[in-house]
């Protein structure tokens, strides 16, 4: 374990070849997940050099005043420049692909890899501003059941389903800290903000695959046509919301391709 500002993380490979990668687990997990698929990348890509966080108040990660989006992405890009990683491949699963997506869009990177994160986000908005009350209160451990059966971690094979398991610490903080934007932003900004971050990736035909662990939808699927239009969409049916869990090597894969970019 290394930690650059305060974020702790896992570096791997010499960093003579293609341009680095920068890994972002999702919300309440560590970068240990991130494990399996990089056992296959090193197989097919040696030396590769990877550089998988710990997001900040997550694993060994110091704690921070605030979580928000900006907050978050201003640590890891910190952390990146003190890693002396530049223009990485950025890549993200769940939350974290949100906070790739956000960072390629201000700070200069080859490409996203967005693990099982929807872009169209003001459904989830919907929901968490309906539950505001019952997440800030005591039923927040019952609410957390509700999410975390969504995941549908039980489709996993039983290893997998162990990583999940052993490297979730839901925090009531810490889950309100990372959805306050969700929160307290009206709908309408959300949108904005979300609208404005793709525009630039559009405007510089950013590489973009988002790998998916079921069918997106209809109405997702017409809607990222027109938002991010270059988008290359891999799904995985039946892989939940970790498809780099349950598909490891073909992962390591994707993420070798990104050598092209």
């Known amino acids: 374990m ?11 490979g010499e960093g003579n070849g293609p341009g680095p990668l920068v890994l972002l687990h999702g919300l ?13 990348l090193a197989a097919i890509d040696p030396g590769r050099r990877v550089v998988a966080f710990d997001l900040p108040g997550h694993g060994e990660s110091g704690a921070q005043e605030s ?24 890549v993200g699963h769940s939350i974290g692909a949100l906070i790739a997506t956000r960072y390629a869009a201000q700070y ?6 967005n693990v099982d ?6 459904p989830f908005a919907d929901l968490v501003h309906s539950l505001e ?22 489709l996993l094979s039983p290893e997998a389903q162990a990583i999940v398991r052993t ?7 810490l889950v309100l800290g990372y959805w306050s934007d969700a929160i307290e932003r009206p ?22 695959v988002i790998v998916a662990g079921g069918p997106l939808g209809p109405t997702y699927d017409t809607w990222l046509k027109t938002a991010l239009p270059e988008a290359q969409v891999i799904v995985w049916p039946n892989s939940g919301h970790f498809p780099h869990l349950a598909n490891p090597a073909a992962f390591a894969r994707i993420l070798a391709d990104t050598a092209n970019w």
């Open 2 to 12: 290394e930690r650059f500002a305060r974020l702790a993380a896992d570096v791997y």
């Open 28 to 40: 309440t997990f560590d970068r240990t997940m991130w494990r399996p698929a990089l056992e296959g």
């Open 67 to 90: 979580y928000d989006i900006n907050s978050v992405i201003a640590a890891i890009r910190r952390a990146t420049e003190q890693a002396d990683v530049h223009s990485p491949v950025i």
């Open 108 to 113: 200069p990177t080859r490409g996203v890899v």
């Open 117 to 122: 994160q929807p872009l169209l986000i003001a």
């Open 133 to 154: 009350d019952r997440l800030r209160g005591p039923d927040f451990a019952e609410l957390w059941q509700m999410f975390e059966a969504s995941l549908h971690a039980e």
């Open 167 to 173: 490297t979730s610490n839901p925090r009531q903080d």
């Open 187 to 208: 709908v309408a900004e959300l949108n904005a903000m979300v609208e404005s971050m793709l525009a630039k990736l559009r405007d510089e035909h950013l590489p973009y």
